[in-house]
Protein backbone atom coordinates (compact mmCIF):
# COMPACT_ATOMS: atom_id res chain seq x y z
CA UNK A 1 0.00 0.00 0.00
CA UNK A 2 1.42 3.17 -0.73
CA UNK A 3 0.77 6.33 1.21
CA UNK A 4 -0.20 9.39 -1.28
CA UNK A 5 0.26 13.09 -0.22
CA UNK A 6 -1.12 13.90 2.41
CA UNK A 7 -4.85 15.36 2.50
CA UNK A 8 -5.52 18.52 4.12
CA UNK A 9 -8.96 20.29 5.55
CA UNK A 10 -9.93 23.58 4.76
CA UNK A 11 -12.45 25.32 6.83
CA UNK A 12 -13.57 28.63 8.17
CA UNK A 13 -12.90 29.46 11.99
CA UNK A 14 -15.99 30.67 13.95
CA UNK A 15 -13.16 32.99 15.88
CA UNK A 16 -12.21 35.74 13.02
CA UNK A 17 -11.78 38.90 15.04
CA UNK A 18 -12.64 37.31 18.11
CA UNK A 19 -10.12 36.05 20.55
CA UNK A 20 -10.61 33.30 23.91
CA UNK A 21 -10.17 35.83 26.55
CA UNK A 22 -10.31 34.50 30.45
CA UNK A 23 -10.96 37.43 32.52
CA UNK A 24 -11.96 38.32 36.24
CA UNK A 25 -12.49 41.49 38.41
CA UNK A 26 -10.50 43.51 35.10
CA UNK A 27 -7.82 41.42 34.32
CA UNK A 28 -7.83 39.36 31.67
CA UNK A 29 -5.50 36.67 29.43
CA UNK A 30 -5.90 36.70 25.78
CA UNK A 31 -5.43 32.91 25.47
CA UNK A 32 -4.69 32.63 21.98
CA UNK A 33 -2.52 35.69 21.32
CA UNK A 34 -0.37 35.09 24.45
CA UNK A 35 -1.38 38.29 25.84
CA UNK A 36 -2.44 39.92 29.34
CA UNK A 37 -4.36 43.05 30.32
CA UNK A 38 -4.80 44.66 33.90
CA UNK A 39 -7.58 47.64 34.04
CA UNK A 40 -7.26 47.67 30.25
CA UNK A 41 -3.57 47.91 29.95
CA UNK A 42 -1.11 45.62 28.12
CA UNK A 43 1.21 43.97 30.19
CA UNK A 44 4.14 41.75 29.47
CA UNK A 45 4.61 38.65 31.17
CA UNK A 46 7.06 35.65 32.23
CA UNK A 47 5.90 32.49 31.05
CA UNK A 48 5.82 31.36 34.41
CA UNK A 49 3.99 34.16 35.20
CA UNK A 50 1.53 34.12 33.02
CA UNK A 51 0.92 30.01 33.54
CA UNK A 52 0.60 31.73 37.26
CA UNK A 53 -2.37 34.28 36.39
CA UNK A 54 -3.64 31.99 33.77
CA UNK A 55 -4.16 29.30 37.05
CA UNK A 56 -5.50 31.88 39.33
CA UNK A 57 -8.04 33.09 36.80
CA UNK A 58 -9.57 29.76 35.64
CA UNK A 59 -10.02 29.40 39.96
CA UNK A 60 -10.93 33.20 40.30
CA UNK A 61 -12.71 32.66 43.68
CA UNK A 62 -11.19 29.49 45.06
CA UNK A 63 -8.51 29.63 47.26
CA UNK A 64 -5.35 27.45 45.63
CA UNK A 65 -3.15 25.93 47.57
CA UNK A 66 1.03 26.12 47.44
CA UNK A 67 1.17 22.39 46.26
CA UNK A 68 -2.14 22.91 43.95
CA UNK A 69 -0.12 25.68 42.28
CA UNK A 70 3.20 24.24 42.86
CA UNK A 71 1.69 21.40 40.68
CA UNK A 72 -0.16 23.36 37.96
CA UNK A 73 2.43 25.98 36.86
CA UNK A 74 5.96 23.81 37.55
CA UNK A 75 5.21 20.22 38.14
CA UNK A 76 3.71 17.48 39.57
CA UNK A 77 5.74 17.04 43.09
CA UNK A 78 7.75 20.76 42.16
CA UNK A 79 9.72 20.70 45.86
CA UNK A 80 9.91 24.58 46.53
CA UNK A 81 12.98 25.28 48.22
CA UNK A 82 13.54 28.92 47.85
CA UNK A 83 9.97 30.61 47.55
CA UNK A 84 10.06 30.12 44.10
CA UNK A 85 5.97 30.58 44.19
CA UNK A 86 6.38 33.65 46.43
CA UNK A 87 8.62 35.36 43.91
CA UNK A 88 6.48 34.50 41.29
CA UNK A 89 3.70 36.00 42.78
CA UNK A 90 5.26 39.24 43.81
CA UNK A 91 6.75 39.76 40.17
CA UNK A 92 2.92 39.53 38.95
CA UNK A 93 1.78 41.50 41.18
CA UNK A 94 3.98 44.45 40.75
CA UNK A 95 3.74 43.86 36.89
CA UNK A 96 -0.55 43.83 37.06
CA UNK A 97 0.30 47.38 38.75
CA UNK A 98 -2.88 48.55 40.89
CA UNK A 99 -4.70 45.53 39.91
CA UNK A 100 -2.07 43.97 42.09
CA UNK A 101 -3.99 43.88 45.01
CA UNK A 102 -7.02 41.09 43.31
CA UNK A 103 -3.92 38.52 43.67
CA UNK A 104 -4.85 37.92 47.86
CA UNK A 105 -2.66 35.68 50.15
CA UNK A 106 -4.46 33.09 52.49
CA UNK A 107 -1.92 32.91 55.00
CA UNK A 108 -1.06 29.58 55.73
CA UNK A 109 -2.90 28.13 52.41
CA UNK A 110 -1.92 29.65 49.57
CA UNK A 111 -3.75 32.32 47.30
CA UNK A 112 -7.06 33.43 45.75
CA UNK A 113 -7.95 35.99 42.14
CA UNK A 114 -10.27 37.91 44.21
CA UNK A 115 -13.32 38.48 42.29
CA UNK A 116 -15.36 41.42 41.83
CA UNK A 117 -19.12 42.58 42.08
CA UNK A 118 -20.86 41.49 39.64
CA UNK A 119 -18.82 38.52 39.07
CA UNK A 120 -19.68 34.49 38.82
CA UNK A 121 -19.68 34.07 42.27
CA UNK A 122 -19.27 29.54 41.62
CA UNK A 123 -15.45 30.54 41.58
CA UNK A 124 -15.60 30.65 37.94
CA UNK A 125 -13.55 33.15 35.79
CA UNK A 126 -15.58 33.98 32.66
CA UNK A 127 -13.89 32.55 29.75
CA UNK A 128 -15.94 34.58 26.25
CA UNK A 129 -15.13 34.99 22.29
CA UNK A 130 -14.00 38.75 22.65
CA UNK A 131 -13.00 41.36 20.72
CA UNK A 132 -9.63 43.26 22.01
CA UNK A 133 -10.08 46.78 22.43
CA UNK A 134 -9.42 49.05 20.32
CA UNK A 135 -6.61 51.44 19.83
CA UNK A 136 -4.28 51.91 22.82
CA UNK A 137 -5.92 51.60 26.35
CA UNK A 138 -5.84 54.69 28.72
CA UNK A 139 -2.86 54.91 31.28
CA UNK A 140 -4.08 53.29 34.67
CA UNK A 141 -3.75 55.73 37.45
CA UNK A 142 -0.77 55.89 39.22
CA UNK A 143 -0.22 53.63 42.87
CA UNK A 144 0.67 56.32 45.65
CA UNK A 145 2.37 53.21 47.35
CA UNK A 146 4.63 50.40 45.28
CA UNK A 147 6.20 47.79 47.30
CA UNK A 148 7.60 46.49 43.57
CA UNK A 149 11.37 47.31 42.97
CA UNK A 150 12.62 50.10 40.30
CA UNK A 151 14.05 48.00 37.68
CA UNK A 152 17.84 47.75 38.26
CA UNK A 153 20.10 50.38 35.74
CA UNK A 154 21.15 48.97 32.64
CA UNK A 155 24.89 48.48 32.79
CA UNK A 156 27.42 50.55 30.68
CA UNK A 157 29.16 48.35 28.61
CA UNK A 158 32.64 47.09 29.45
CA UNK A 159 35.37 48.75 27.83
CA UNK A 160 39.04 48.35 28.34
CA UNK A 161 41.38 50.46 29.49
CA UNK A 162 43.67 51.98 27.00
CA UNK A 163 46.89 50.46 27.31
CA UNK A 164 49.95 52.39 27.46
CA UNK A 165 51.53 49.92 24.70
CA UNK A 166 51.00 51.52 21.22
Given at each position: ?21 L ?16 D ?6 A ?34 H ?17 A??R ?12 I??G??T ?8 A ?5 PA??A ?20 E???D?
Amino acid sequence: MTAGPPQYETFQPATIGHLRLLRANGVALDIDGYRAFADGTEVTLARKEYALLRVLLENAGRVLTRRQLLDAVWRPGYTDHNKTLEVHVRRLRCKLGPARSRIRTVRGIGYVFDIGPGQPTDGDASVSAATLPAGPAPPAPASTTSTCPAAPPTPAPHRPEPSGDS
